[in-house]
């Protein structure tokens, strides 16, 4: 299966604006997470509403849409979808699309490893959807910022943020199949989902199934300010 990492960077954030640019040790935090994705040695595009971001990468690896997206989610999809149109332009069958499969990393894991990633893909197998989670730092538990999430087995339940002592730390890494990619866009945004702004709960509220893997993940997700000032605490040189 050919499979291909997408890092969607959406410059606008309210609660941390410019956040893929900031600086991590003199290097802006998405060009950080891109090229610890290509330590895998697959092919990576960064997806971005910006052209700031945009001037960090290659321009055959990054895609500039200024489309409102929800989500992460909904930007892989819109690329796959326009990766599929310039196809059918080019060849005539679309439908002969260059990856079979897509791992989503969040732009602000800066410690991503490549470990968690083939964990990722290697459940693709058993999953349409897949993610991983680690244990939670007690510290975090209650921090809306960290996502908690329920599981039975090695099958996601549910994800909040307000699930106050209780729950996996779930860690901003996504696989999915090039079908269940494709119609992600087209399922229905429930009140779960706007409420808690958690791109997940579209699939589990539309029926569909979420594998998760445990992984060891001894970095951060960069969600605020003060997470930056943690990240540069812990990682000064």
């Known amino acids: 299966m050919n499979t291909a990492i ?30 610890r994705c290509l330590e895998t040695g697959l092919d990576t595009f960064v997806l971005t509403d910006s052209r700031r971001v945009a001037s960090l990468f290659p321009e055959g690896n990054v895609w500039v849409d200024d489309t409102p997206f929800e989500n992460g989610t909904e930007r892989c999809a819109g690329y796959m979808a326009e990766m599929q149109r310039q196809k059918l332009h080019a060849t005539g069958y679309g439908w002969d699309y260059d990856y079979d499969q897509f791992v989503n990393v969040q732009g602000d894991m800066p410690d991503i490893t490549v470990s968690i990633i083939e964990k990722c893909i290697w459940q693709l197998k058993n999953y349409p959807i897949t993610t991983v989670f680690t244990n939670m730092p007690k510290e975090k538990q209650n921090d809306p910022s960290t996502v908690k999430m329920v599981r039975a ?69 960069i969600n605020t300010p003060e997470d930056l000032k943690e990240w540069h605490s812990k990682n000064s040189q």
């Open 6 to 35: 997408l890092i969607p960077a959406r410059i606008g954030s309210t609660r941390f604006p410019d956040k893929p640019l900031k600086l991590l040790n003199g290097v802006p935090m998405i060009r950080r997470v891109y090229d």
């Open 153 to 221: 087995g090695d099958q996601a339940l549910w994800f909040g943020r307000g699930l106050t002592g209780y729950g996996e730390w779930h860690l901003g890494v996504y696989g999915y199949t090039r079908n269940a990619l494709s119609v992600y866009p087209n399922l229905v945004v429930s009140q779960e989902e706007d409420v808690e702004k958690l791109e997940q709960l579209r699939w589990l509220k539309s029926g569909w199934q979420i594998g998760c893997l445990s992984v060891q993940y001894n970095g951060m997700e």
